[in-house]
């Protein structure tokens, strides 16, 4: 296991869905890998009952199977360790491992993709944003409209490994996020909310910018991650200038479906 952690490790944006779920879920995970002639392919298996997102979301399927892969052929090679008679949402890279998936896992059905941005160091803070550990009520209660509860991030707020950007009067801010310790030296930009009175006026952009400054600054590398059906996030994320790195496309398979 070491082993393969290193591998991906040195790949860290590329692998950084597998590296999180081995990391934050040890118990409910098994990992398969496959090399030959210098190419690779990593499968993490994950228990979909471990996650509260799949668990949510995919709440038909068994396990969840994270893929990262150099090509077609490895991708068919690991895929024989994944249960049939159950039902398996599979989380792809390239439409080359959608088409390996579905020649033995047919009907399989899109669901949705991720797309994960990423950015240098050419980012300043915004004077009119603060950075804080402590969030007001009202802050949290964004977070919470987001589906992100305040029992899994307030910890991570106490022992260093997040932080929250809010612009705008505590009672009422104008817009929020939060960055949190995603894998190692990997942070996530997540929970971006901005109130319908407040939206049009530049706030989104202020705190993601000096989210940005603040993970630069700590030598941490970002990660803003959005749903391919989110436009408003997605151009937000090209104007200030991210780059895309990763998408990830979900597939859901349910044995016998017709």
């Known amino acids: 296991m070491n082993l393969i952690v290193e591998a991906l490790e ?9 590296l999180k779920h081995l ?3 040890p118990e409910h995970t098994t990992v398969h890998r496959v090399e030959r002639h210098g190419a690779a392919a990593t499968m993490v298996l994950l228990e979909v009952a471990a996650s ?3 668990r949510r979301t995919y709440p038909t399927a068994r396990y969840a199977a994270l893929i ?18 159950v039902g398996v949402v599979f989380k792809l890279t390239s439409d080359a491992d959608r088409d390996a998936v579905a020649h033995d896992f047919p009907r399989l ?14 980012f300043a803070r915004d004077d009119s944003v603060r950075i804080v550990t402590a969030p007001s009520e009202a802050v ?3 977070f919470g409209s987001q589906k992100h509860g305040r029992d899994w991030l307030e910890p991570l707020l106490r022992s260093n490994r997040a932080f929250v950007c809010v612009t ?29 009175e407040s939206r049009g006026r530049g706030y989104a952009a202020r705190i993601v910018r000096t989210a940005l400054a603040e993970l630069a600054a700590r030598g941490l590398l970002p990660r803003y991650q959005v749903h391919d059906d ?7 994320a090209e104007s200030i200038g991210l780059t895309r790195f990763l998408e990830i496309t979900h597939f859901l398979y349910t044995p016998g479906a017709a």
């Open 10 to 18: 040195r790949e860290p944006l590329r692998n950084i869905v597998l």
């Open 23 to 25: 990391e934050a879920f």
């Open 52 to 54: 509260a997102y799949d």
């Open 68 to 85: 990262s892969s150099d090509g077609a052929a490895l991708t068919r090679e690991l895929i024989q360790s994944v249960p049939r008679q």
């Open 109 to 122: 059905q899109r669901t949705t993709a991720v797309l994960s941005f990423t950015g240098g160091t050419g």
């Open 140 to 142: 949290f209660a964004y």
């Open 168 to 196: 705008g009067p505590d009672e009422q801010p104008y817009a929020v996020c939060f960055a949190f310790e995603n894998y190692r030296t990997v942070w996530e930009i997540g929970g971006l909310y901005t109130p319908p």
């Open 230 to 236: 989110n436009i408003a996030s997605i151009r937000l």
